[in-house]
């Protein structure tokens, strides 16, 4: 029944993240915001609640290592999602039509995870009321990166906006869904996205003891690639309706807002530092996360793919990376 539980809080989750998915490009054509803004606030909070609820739950259980494997485990999946889509949709170039403004969301990332590897490694357990100061240092780091980014891509908006959006059907349901439809619409969503999330923590932690796979292997694959079914989907349904800001937006700022979550997790442990408690094979992930960001970087910024294959190859490698990654996890879990 765990197993069966276990499925069924997946199914819920994929099909609640496709209504929030259509919602979000609703939000994001008919106001001011745009693709990037709602994919990177909105859309990316909203699928990352199974996140949430799943690393919450995991440190009220007592199982920190689920925690904080759930969290950069999410973001080692999401990026090897947006590389399998761009492989899938190739002869689009999803990365060479993305706004540069990902830049921003991409290296805020990349900041927060050297944050991570680098708590990892000194395992510092200093608290301030309670709280780790790494956790801390995540947390404000997070808020003023938000800000820049918003401010920028308002700066931008207009711009992109002629540069990049492609034509909206006019025969499309989403066309004729008011505003209002898609804000209730996506909040009711989000909830039940947070319902399942609960259901997954707590099945997965049964999972690891029944398995004897180990929570830290557990938390960073299994229980990690579930609660990022939102964030696939998601992506999936803003390429279908040809937002690809909307899904770039929503894989990236998926990742900066998961680092937000492991500071939350911080919060509640109060027996000090959470990530100073943790196993050390959480390293293996952060520094996975950090190559697979890097790379991701690298094919943004790669304007001039003259072939295919050129174009091509940094997804290929986040395919590679990410699989070596779990490996590597998973034999020293």
Same mark, same amino acid.
């Given at each position: 029944?765990?197993?069966?539980?276990?499925?069924?809080?997946?199914?819920?989750?994929?099909?609640?993240?496709?209504?929030?998915?259509?919602?979000?490009?609703?939000?994001?054509?008919?106001?001011?915001?745009?693709?990037?803004?709602? /994919?990177?606030?909105?859309?990316?909070?909203?699928?990352?609640?199974?996140?949430?609820?799943?690393?919450?739950?995991?440190? %009220?259980? /007592?199982?920190?290592?689920?925690?904080?494997?759930?969290?950069?485990?999410?973001?080692?999946?999401?990026?090897?999602?947006?590389?399998?889509?761009?492989?899938?949709?190739?002869?689009?170039?999803?990365?060479?039509?993305?706004?540069?403004?990902?830049?921003?969301?991409?290296?805020?990332?990349?900041?927060?995870?050297?944050?991570?590897?680098?708590?990892?490694?000194?395992?510092?357990?200093?608290?301030?009321?309670?709280?780790?100061?790494?956790?801390?240092?995540?947390?404000?780091?997070?808020?003023?990166?938000?800000?820049?980014?918003?401010?920028?891509?308002?700066?931008?908006?207009?711009?992109?906006?002629?540069?990049?959006?492609?034509?909206?059907?006019?025969?499309?349901?989403?066309?004729?869904?008011?505003?209002?439809?898609?804000?209730?619409?996506?909040?009711?969503?989000?909830?039940?996205?947070?319902?399942?999330?609960?259901?997954?923590?707590?099945?997965?932690?049964?999972?690891?003891?029944?398995?004897?796979?180990?929570?830290?292997?557990?938390?960073?694959?299994?229980?990690?690639?579930?609660?990022?079914?939102?964030?696939?989907?998601?992506?999936?349904?803003?390429?279908?309706?040809?937002?690809?800001?909307?899904?770039?937006?929503?894989? %990236?700022?998926?990742?900066?807002?998961?680092?937000?979550?492991?500071?939350?997790?911080?919060?509640?442990?109060?027996? /000090?530092?959470?990530?100073?408690?943790?196993?050390?094979?959480?390293?293996?992930?952060?520094? /996975?996360?950090?190559?697979?960001?890097?790379?991701?970087?690298?094919?943004?910024?790669?304007?001039?793919?003259?072939?295919?294959?050129?174009?091509?190859?940094?997804?290929?490698?986040?395919?590679?990376?990410?699989?070596?990654?779990?490996?590597?996890?998973?034999?020293?879990?």
């Amino acid at each position: 029944m765990v197993f069966v539980w276990f499925l069924l809080a997946a199914v819920v989750t994929v099909y609640a993240a496709m209504k929030l998915s259509s919602y979000a490009d609703v939000i994001s054509t008919k106001t001011a915001m745009g693709g990037l803004l709602v /994919g990177t606030l909105l859309l990316a909070g909203a699928t990352s609640l199974p996140e949430v609820t799943t690393s919450l739950s995991a440190v %009220l259980i /007592g199982n920190n290592d689920i925690a904080i494997g759930n969290v950069l485990g999410s973001n080692l999946f999401n990026v090897f999602i947006l590389a399998c889509f761009d492989l899938y949709y190739r002869k689009r170039k999803l990365f060479l039509q993305a706004s540069n403004d990902h830049l921003y969301t991409a290296g805020l990332g990349l900041l927060l995870t050297l944050l991570v590897m680098a708590a990892l490694i000194l395992r510092l357990d200093f608290t301030i009321l309670g709280i780790g100061l790494d956790s801390l240092l995540i947390a404000i780091i997070y808020v003023v990166g938000i800000v820049v980014i918003g401010r920028i891509s308002k700066s931008n908006q207009t711009v992109e906006a002629v540069e990049s959006h492609e034509p909206i059907d006019k025969t499309a349901s989403n066309f004729t869904m008011t505003v209002r439809h898609a804000v209730i619409g996506f909040i009711i969503a989000a909830i039940v996205i947070m319902g399942a999330g609960t259901v997954l923590s707590i099945m997965g932690d049964q999972i690891a003891v029944i398995t004897g796979l180990g929570s830290s292997f557990i938390g960073s694959f299994l229980v990690a690639a579930t609660t990022s079914l939102p964030e696939a989907v998601s992506v999936f349904v803003a390429l279908r309706l040809k937002n690809i800001n909307l899904a770039m937006g929503s894989i %990236l700022g998926s990742n900066i807002f998961n680092m937000l979550i492991l500071a939350g997790s911080d919060v509640i442990y109060r027996e /000090g530092a959470i990530i100073a408690s943790v196993s050390d094979s959480h390293l293996l992930t952060a520094v /996975g996360v950090t190559i697979l960001s890097v790379i991701a970087i690298w094919a943004v910024l790669m304007k001039k793919a003259t072939s295919s294959l050129k174009y091509m190859l940094p997804s290929i490698l986040i395919v590679i990376v990410y699989f070596t990654t779990s490996y590597l996890i998973f034999i020293n879990s």
